[in-house]
């Protein structure tokens, strides 16, 4: 009964996260407007899922034997997700881009706190450490890229450049999607790790991403400066080269600081000024609370909930 019950929140909280950071790897394309919400939502969606699949198992490291020391076990699996559940709902119906990874940490720590189990301190400060690097990183990336990829384009006939962009943007957003699959969505599957929670959470991942993905999408893609199809590319490749880097070292990162950074990166090019300083500075205050309320919920409810369903 409460594998079922895992599997039916693992599905719920993948189709969640995945709808609440669709806009890293779909908000540049449809905010440059190259295609439509929903063919960007497919594309998305169908790699979301591939990630899932190929690379997911390679986040199991961050928990058991990373972040704590005693395995999480099938209950306070459980416990995790509905805390992530709940929070990740609440932020994708207020429209706010908020880190997922940065809530599961908390949330793991969460557990361990209210249990008094060791906390590998090394280990959680250079995840918090590669929160900042991700955003910092990509930031700067994506200003490179922009840089290069104007110079390299600069001689392009103006059908050949409209096209070279178009097909780059695709390819761009497929592997954005992909490592958010490989590392956000394979983060919740590795709570309990096995195939039935890789192939479910994927699945689940793809179904969120294209029907729950509109408003943050807008406000990655719309809100935050005005993308043309150079720089949505740019920020675009920068952040999922730097995810699917930490992803390599099992470490789980911000989809959205990843992306966030390169737009902002983008944005840099032409001045300060191209930003939504208000929109920038929401999304920041989001990226600081998510591990702190991830730890409150999830210390309440292992302390709330009645002991025979924490085993």
């Known amino acids: 009964m409460l594998t079922l019950l895992y599997f039916i929140l693992a599905a719920i909280i993948s189709f969640i996260i995945a709808a609440n950071n669709s806009a890293g790897s779909m908000g540049t394309l449809y905010g440059s407007r190259v295609t439509s919400y929903y063919k960007a939502a497919l594309l998305s ?22 972040l704590i020391s005693n395995p999480l076990g099938l209950e306070m699996s459980l416990i995790v997700l509905l805390s992530m559940a709940i929070l990740m709902f609440l932020f994708t119906f207020i429209a706010v881009p908020m880190s997922a990874s940065q809530v599961m940490v908390g949330s793991i720590i969460g557990v361990a706190a209210a249990f008094a189990w060791e906390v590998n301190t090394q280990f959680t400060t250079l995840v918090v450490i590669s929160w900042g690097i991700t955003f910092g990183a990509s930031m700067g990336l994506a200003f490179l890229t922009y ?20 097909v780059s943007l695709f390819v761009s957003s497929a592997f954005m999607a992909y490592t958010l699959g490989a590392n956000t969505i394979g983060l919740i599957a590795s709570l309990n790790l096995s195939w039935y929670s890789i192939i479910i959470t994927g699945i689940s991942a793809m179904v969120g991403t294209v029907v729950l993905g509109r408003k943050t999408v807008v406000t990655v893609g719309r809100k935050i400066t005005s993308l043309d199809p150079p720089r949505a590319f740019a920020a675009q490749i920068a952040g999922a080269i730097i995810v699917e880097s930490f992803t390599q070292l099992h470490f789980p990162v911000s989809i959205t600081q990843a992306i966030i ?15 939504n300083k208000k929109t920038v500075k929401n999304l920041v205050l989001s990226w600081s609370i998510a591990p702190l309320v991830g730890f409150a919920l999830t210390y309440l409810l292992v302390k709330v909930l009645p002991l025979h369903l924490l085993g």
Do not use: C, N, P
């Open 45 to 66: 969606g169908l790699f979301v899922m591939i990630g899932t699949f190929l690379e997911g198992w390679k986040m199991s490291g961050a928990i058991d034997g990373g």
């Open 147 to 166: 840089i290069i990829m104007a110079k390299i384009t600069s001689r392009f006939h103006i059908f050949s450049l409209s096209k070279f962009y178009t």
């Open 261 to 275: 950074g390169g737009v902002i990166g983008t944005g840099m090019v032409k001045g300060y000024q191209e930003l």
